[in-house]
């Protein structure tokens, strides 16, 4: 690639006498291309000299630079931009003995984002065109591969065009970057096994991001999404940050079968989901920290199943009510919509005061929109806070939390639940249920709690022992039979 001229020099023909890089030559009588190799000029695809005294250059992006004789491009002798004949950019250069020939072109496309016009490179023979139809072969196939076809995750993306659907298949291997989907119909699928690492050691926002408007055909899959420990501004005077791993906002794309590990914001260490429709399946949040709330995952204003994932070591806090160190729901995406979270385990989270690790917030009254958590055949166990409730806390109205279908919350310290919630069905919560005082004994006091409150449970569910939104004998009788100190 290293470039050596000789000769004449009147015009400055051997100034780029060390010119690295390069990737074509031309000489001329009088004068050497080489020159251009020696001016500050990035991306040049091709050059050319005539029998005379000039040069040309044609960069990537269609523009032309021409230096030696002025005189035949009525311009001062030296180094000039010089437009097409028409109205373009050109594809083609020839630097003839006294005149120029430019071809040029209306195309502005760059399908793969490389900084090449298409027209340019199926000139220049850089990329292929089998049939023909001006496009390269690249952008006319449904899988791009990371790094065989573009070096990066963010690469491929770019180079999908608007409007098409993409998959996007990357290599095993441990990769330092961040990629947006930037509202794309793509997938980015790693290979199987936790294989494809995307570490953000060093980087300044999210690890992966989706940035608005993907359809629900779009996600990222079989991604290992670890060291996060920055996040992305919500909005840019904001004073915190969100989603160490992962940050979507207003987007329907989907997460599936991937592991976050290691993360760390103040919002949403492994992800912060923000008005969004996402789907979570198959996932794995393990080890990541919110310094103000949502440990493993938090959800503002969204909806979407979560479903067959676990919720691992994660923590949050250090203190203040809400912190929830492994996931919190705040609202919902429509009103009354429902995140529903299935065959799911949440075990070993942290929390500071009045926190546990898994909260419903719903925030009624405070302009938000009002939301339903369902929590169906999932594990809550082994959770702590230093007070509070380790297991769940529902800060909202009866209605905001039911659990159902085998749900089971027990063995979390200092208590499983702590707020209004419904039961439906099959369901273990391992707290003294019938002491509704939260005294630490079943007594009169309960008991006046439960006839107090006779007939269709209130909001906030008092008196009602046994969650199933009414207030009546059986939650008499579930006194009765608690009657003394709590076990």
């Excluded at 072969?137 to 899988?143: K, N, Q």
């Excluded at 991001?209 to 670890?226: C, D, H, M, Q, Y």
């Excluded at 329907?252 to 789907?279: D, P």
């Excluded at 909202?396 to 208590?415: A, D, E, H, K, Y």
Aim: aromatic share 6%.
């Amino acid at each position: 690639g290293v470039v050596r001229a000789w000769g004449g020099n009147d015009l400055g023909q051997c100034g780029g006498s060390n010119a690295d890089g390069s990737i074509d030559i031309s000489g001329g009588t009088h004068l050497r291309v080489v020159r251009i190799l020696g001016q500050p000029l990035d991306n040049v695809v091709a050059i050319s000299s005539g029998g005379g005294y000039h040069g040309m250059a044609l960069r990537a992006n269609g523009t032309v630079v021409a230096w030696g004789a002025g005189s035949l491009f009525n311009t001062p002798q030296g180094q000039t931009t010089v437009p097409p004949a028409t109205a373009g950019r050109a594809v083609a250069i020839d630097a003839g003995y006294v005149h120029s020939y430019i071809q040029t072109t209306t195309s502005t496309t760059d399908c793969n984002a490389n900084g090449m016009i298409d027209c340019v490179e199926i000139a220049l023979g850089v990329t292929a065109d089998t049939d023909g139809n001006s496009v390269p072969d690249i952008c006319e196939s449904t899988t791009f591969r990371v790094p065989l076809d573009f070096p990066t995750i963010q690469a491929a993306i770019d180079a999908t065009p608007a409007g098409t659907a993409r998959t996007i298949l990357v290599a095993a291997g441990t990769y330092n970057e961040a990629f947006s989907l930037n509202g794309k119909n793509v997938v980015v699928r790693g290979a199987p096994s936790n294989a494809t690492i995307v570490d953000g050691t060093g980087l300044t926002t999210s690890v992966a991001r989706f940035s608005g408007g993907e359809p629900a055909t779009a996600g990222i899959e079989n991604l290992v999404i670890r060291n996060g420990t920055v996040g992305s501004l919500i909005f840019p005077s904001a004073s915190f940050r969100v989603g160490g791993g992962l940050y979507a906002a207003n987007s329907s794309a989907y997460v599936k079968n991937c592991r976050f590990e290691s993360n760390r914001s103040n919002f949403g260490g492994g992800a912060y989901i923000y008005r969004s429709s996402t789907s979570i399946d198959g996932c794995q949040f393990v080890s990541n920290i919110a310094s103000s709330e949502g440990g493993g995952l938090q959800l503002f204003e969204s909806s979407g199943p979560i479903a067959n994932s676990s919720f691992t070591g994660n923590s949050a806090g250090p203190a203040g009510a809400g912190a929830a160190s492994a996931f919190k729901v705040v609202g919902a995406r429509t009103a009354g919509g429902v995140v529903l979270v299935s065959n799911c385990t949440v075990q070993s989270s942290i929390g500071g005061a009045d926190t546990a690790a898994v909260e419903m917030f719903e925030i009624a009254g405070s302009g938000g929109t009002e939301g339903i958590l369902r929590l169906s055949n999932t594990l809550i166990s082994g959770n702590s806070a230093s007070t509070g409730a380790g297991g769940l806390r529902v800060v909202g109205t009866q209605r905001s939390v039911v659990l159902t279908g085998g749900t089971s919350i027990c063995s979390n310290s200092p208590r499983n639940v702590l707020g209004p919630f419904l039961i439906e069905g099959s369901v273990t919560v391992c707290d003294c249920l019938a002491d509704l005082t939260l005294d630490g004994a079943v007594n009169g006091a309960d008991l006046g709690a439960v006839l107090a409150a006779w007939g269709a449970a209130s909001a906030n569910g008092v008196g009602d022992a046994n969650h199933d939104g009414f207030v009546n004998g059986a939650d008499l009788a579930q006194v009765l039979a608690a009657w003394g100190a709590c076990q």
